[in-house]
């Protein structure tokens, strides 16, 4: 690779150290190998990036899984490339306070327009409570725990959570940050995956 | 049947659908009687017992259907009875195994036809319906947590309807049937309750042959073998020595594990522990309890021997009821029925129980507990609860039955009440959310785990909460916690132990589940005054700082103190005591001036040179901090080197300075009582003399409430040894305040208030004053006090005050039965009441008419029953009173008619001179009666004396010498009439 591609890649990557990247680079490359060529440009695509999700940092939620691979996905492509790779770890692993709010909003902003609404929490919630077979509408709890959140969360009052509402939250109770699934790795599986992957730092 | 039962599958399993009932002889107990119940209601209520269920009480059966005989068809699969409800459905119906019964006569035959399965047909008939009521009544009738207004809604049906629904009636008659099968559940069961408790010989006994059947060589057994040490039984089942059963001691045992040293271990009322053991040769038992009291022998066992905790759990189930939480869930198991005053009954009766239980380990404290006597307060009526009720009961309903997400989002929710409102705290805790939230701490998810204890943290201020959460074990789930790598944790953790370990009982879990050692733990961090800390090093301040606030909690206990300083606390709370930070300094200083009061602390104190931080810190700017420090100060400067210490470092003038923080009460109570401890050392009068103390303290003389008193008063006193603040008091006007304070209650102030009147005393000057206040006629009522220190304290005082007085001895006489009183002092038992009343009426007996009134008190006979004594500080004052009261009549005779002379001269043999001074001069007065001359001779007085007379002390030297001269003319005069 040339030198000013990785300078690229150490600039994207900017929580790492550069021999960090490097590590993450062969990583990609060995990911990437596994699966055939079928594209020019080597890239990993969604079910392999989906699979890396559940197996190596324990996310179980298929929907929330496919809504982190849509905020790695920065163009939309429906693949993973090494810049998005880089850049998508850096905030996922070891992001800032701020690189979080704005990597989870993404997440939960399906049709990306800048807010979360209604309808969206709605789905993500769907299945967050254990249906009871007394009550007679099973979607009454999970309306009512919208409504809860959006009390909560919604400063501006307009219905729905636009990308100010939600920061403002989550400064105030940083356990709001995943307020509506999993979306982040849980800091054990940080330290296997980081102990895995940098192993062998200093060799590089 | 029993709401009761329902209710306790739910606390005995804490999940959700079908629960299992526990097999523990209490639940058993409880099934035997709901089967008696309803055996019996067909025949007693026959009427009553046709009423049909409103809903089909179904459950998996293992009945065969050929069991049932006429009034039924029975098939090879099925049963129906022949009986059938308004609309034809049959009332009893079976088919593969799972029935269905519509009433209560139904009920009984299936008992009947059940036989020796009764009691498992009923299990799973409660396991499978939770509220039995509910079906049988409607679901109007369903358990409901609080205010139960069924009865009344019952009333009022029966009312309305009379004629159309006859039926009512008898629902009403079933409901209350039901609700007196409950209460006798419970009465029942508190008594079986109430007798786990204490442990009785046949217990003991019970227990010894358990483990004696499974003890043997081999690596199964549990134990190599168990023996009595001793194989007299006793009539009552004890065998301990009868001596050593006043003390509750029932028996010792032997035993052997595979995996230890022999244990030896006494087994009394209060519980099992380990005694020193016995010795073989000697034959002795050394009876010292060497470990914390167990409930049982299997509790010690288990903690003594890994051995016997691993394979015990393989054991039959006899032993599991032995498990930890065996008390508690058989509790739980009671706190369930239905109505609220029942609950608070229990809930009184079992904390008696275990009340009773924690105090046989005699755990002090050194503050007042608080609350613990607080009654429950419940909400009255449910009719107005508040709005914020509701809302937290849906919230709760979402962390039961929600995942990751919706448990986060609605502990945030959670967080947006007002959690100190009482309000809130007690709607979390009555619709069962402190139970959830304690549960979640059990979980792995780090997120449910912080939203749990904020709000625990912020509930934890009320003390019915706190009580509560201790109930449902969650101090052990944060002790737990303690060791997470999340620091977010720990912190939060430390800081809700710290709140919830306000009362006894909650110290002493944290103590027993490891949680001391693990917030020592905590405190281990980088110096926080050293520069560039890394956001690692902070959060580990900030760690160490949340530890020391439970810490401080914690600390109230004494077995606490011991605990802290066994898992090394002491040097580093004086790291601690370097930081830069207040918020640090306050739980520090607080913890170090609660344990101050152990004398291992205030020697570590001193040694570990934090008498030189707490004086810096006393100048710091924040009261709260200024208080602790001068407390902390307060209790050590009992200590000489650390009084001289806090002097070195410059403490004294701060101290001096808080005085004037004249609106801050507590904090000019430390300040006080430091100033007081650190006058008892002469050179810090000095001091506190050049910085115009005695002016400040005695300005504080008024207007204080008593624990500033006591203090201010106690160091005046102490400066008042010093001639010259004696007039410095004067001269400020201390005097008539101090002798006003004589008229008090409070004891402690009435012993440095006596002290330092006497001390003024000495001050002739002083004493116009006094006398102007009458000073000596309340300092003599004080002699009806009946603190013996009140007694001792103004008895010194009086010795002063007759001196110095220019006319005492009328102003004596004219006491009304005074003298009798103070004469009649002398049958105390306390040495430090019969010294300063014999110093007392030596200086009384120098007035020769009050000497008469005395002597006629029967004083001399008093006097001479005392000389047996050892005490040398009651033989100075004891000689000096027989001296003085020689003067009078026959009483030199009567002294050595009593037999009070012959002990006299063997004080000469006392290492004390001023004991030597005082006899002699008593000796000589007494050896102008011949016959006294006579006793001292044969006692060997004369050659005592003799030595004497070569003393420096002049008073000795004549004393001496003119008792041998007295001695000497007594035989001159003998042989003179003799050989005439």
Partial sequence: MSLPDLQKLVKLGKNFSRKEVKCLMRLFHDLVGEQHERRAVSSLDRGKFMNILHNTFRMTDDMMMGRVFCAFDKDNDGYICLEEWI?????????????????????????????????????????????????EDPDEGIKDLVDITLKKMDHDHDGMLSFADFEKSVREEHLLLEAFGSCLPDPKAIIAFEGQTFLNASEI | MGVALTRAAQWTTAGFGTGKLEITPLNESILQEIIAFVENFSSKHPKESSLVFKEPLQWTTTLEPSRFGSGYEVSKLSVTSVETDKDGRPLLRLSASNIEVLSFSQLSTI????????????????????????????????????????????????????????????????FLLIQQLDMQLMNNSLKQISQEVRLSPATVKNEVELLESFCGEEQEAVLKSVEYTSD???????????????????????????????????????????????????????????????????????????????????????????????????????????????????????SKISGVWTEEFSESSSESEEDEDQLDRRQESSTDLPSEYWQIQKLVKYLKGGNQTATVIALCSMRDFNLAQET??????????????????????????????????????????????????????????????EKKLKCLAAETIANVAKFRRARRTVRKHGGIKRLVGLLDCVPSDSANLTPEQEKDIEVARCGALALWSCSKSTRNKEAIRKAGGIPLLARLLKSPHENMLIPVVGTLQECASEQSYRTAIQSEKMIEDLVKNLSRDNQELQMHCASAIFKCAEEKETRELVRQFDGLK??????????????????????????????????????????????????????????????????????????????????QPLVSLLTGTNQALLINVTK??????????????????????????????PNPDVQASAAWAICPCIENSKDAGEVVRSFVGGLELIVNLLKSDNKEVLASVCAAIAKIAKDEENLAVITDHGVVAMLAKLTKTTDDKLRRYLAEAIGNCCMWGSNRMSFGETGAVAPLVHYLKSSDTMVHQATSVALFQLSKDANNCITMHENGAVKLLLSLVGSTDEVLQEAAAGCVANIRRLALANEKARYG
Wanted: proline share 2%; hydrophobic share 40%.
């Fill in chain 2, 111 to 174: 008992l009947r036809v059940a036989q020796d399965k009764k009691l498992r047909e009923v299990q799973a008939c409660l396991e499978a319906n939770r509220d039995p009521v509910a079906k049988i009544l409607g679901a109007s009738y369903a358990t409901v947590d609080g205010e139960d207004y069924s009865v009344l809604r019952l009333l009022e049906k029966v009312k309305q309807d009379d004629d159309a629904n006859h039926d009512a009636e008898f629902e009403m008659k079933v």
């Fill in chain 2, 654 to 735: 701060p101290l001096v300075t808080l005085l004037s923080m004249s609106e801050n009460k507590q904090l000019l109570a430390a300040a006080t009582g430091a100033i007081w401890k650190c006058s008892i050392s002469l050179e810090n009068v000095a001091k506190f003399q050049e910085y115009k103390a005695i002016d400040l303290l005695v300005g504080l003389l008024t207007d204080q409430p008593e624990e500033v008193l006591v203090n201010v008063v106690g160091a005046l006193g102490e400066c008042a040894q010093e001639q010259s603040n004696r007039a410095i008091i004067r001269k400020c006007g201390g005097i």
């Fill in chain 1, 87 to 135: 850049g998508g770890l850096s905030v996922f692993l070891r992001g800032s306070l701020d690189e979080k709010i704005e990597f989870c909003f993404n997440v939960y902003d399906w049709n990306g327009d800048g807010s979360i609404s209604w309808g969206e929490m709605f789905q993500m919630l769907k299945s967050s409570l254990v249906k009871q077979p007394t009550e």
């Fill in chain 2, 232 to 350: 007299y039984e006793f009539s009552n089942g004890c065998r301990a020595p009868p001596w050593r059963q006043v003390h509750g001691e029932i028996c010792y045992l032997k035993i052997k594990p595979h995996d230890t040293d022999t244990l030896y271990v006494t087994c009394s009322t209060a519980g099992v522990f380990l005694n020193g053991g016995v010795d073989e040769e000697k034959e002795k038992t050394d009876y010292e309890r060497k470990s914390e009291v167990y409930k049982d022998l299997v509790n010690l066992l288990k903690q003594r021997s890994s051995h016997f905790a691993q394979n015990i759990v393989s054991l039959p189930l006899s032993f599991s009821t032995n498990d930890d939480n065996y008390s508690l869930k058989e509790m739980s198991f009671v706190l369930v029925f239905g109505k609220f005053h029942d609950v608070l009954f229990t809930l009184d009766y079992v």
């Fill in chain 2, 424 to 485: 809130c705290q007690l709607a979390i805790r009555d619709v069962g959310g402190l139970e959830v939230l304690i549960n979640l701490l059990d979980t792995d998810e780090i997120k449910c785990k912080i939203g749990s204890l904020k709000i625990l943290k912020e509930i934890s201020r009320n003390s019915q909460i706190r009580r509560a959460i201790a109930g449902f074990g969650g101090l052990q789930m944060m002790v737990n916690i303690l060791d997470s790598p």
């Fill in chain 2, 756 to 785: 330092a009147v006497g001390a003024c005393a000495i001050d002739p000057e002083n004493m116009t004053i006094i006398d102007r206040m009458d000073g000596l006629r309340l300092l003599w009522s004080l002699f009806k006090n």
